[in-house]
Nanobody, 122 residues
């Protein structure tokens, strides 16, 4: 069974930085897309950044120039470097993986992590 486990959330002041990490566990052969979404209180979950197996990254306009997404296909991890954090970045951040194939030929369309809270406050 494949699972996603996040780490790295916390409390930070405006202008600060945080790094989120997500590791996919299981007998994984390939993951098409990995990335991060977030959900602030009272709002819908929204895309933050994704990166394909080919290295193409996609960012929400609100985080361009401040956040950087990266993945390691040997370790099956995806990271999110967040700089110049703003109060409006406060949310629960969810790791996402799409198109997951295992060594035993199982296929997962999409998986989510449990979420990690990022709070940006003075």
């Amino acid at each position: 069974q494949v699972q996603l486990v996040e780490s790295g959330g916390g409390l930070v002041q405006p202008g600060g930085s945080l790094r989120l990490s997500c590791a996919a566990s299981g007998n994984i052969n390939h993951i098409n897309t990995m990335g991060w979404y977030r959900q602030a209180p009272g709002l819908q979950r929204e895309l933050v950044a994704t990166v394909t197996s080919g290295g193409d990254a996609n960012y929400a306009d609100s985080v361009k120039g401040r956040f950087t997404v990266s993945r390691d296909d040997v370790k099956n991890t995806v990271n999110l470097e967040m700089n110049d954090l703003k109060p409006e970045d406060t949310a629960v951040y969810y790791c996402n993986a799409g198109g997951i194939a295992t060594m035993t030929r199982d296929w997962y369309l999409e998986l989510w992590g449990q979420g990690t809270l990022v709070t940006v406050v003075s």
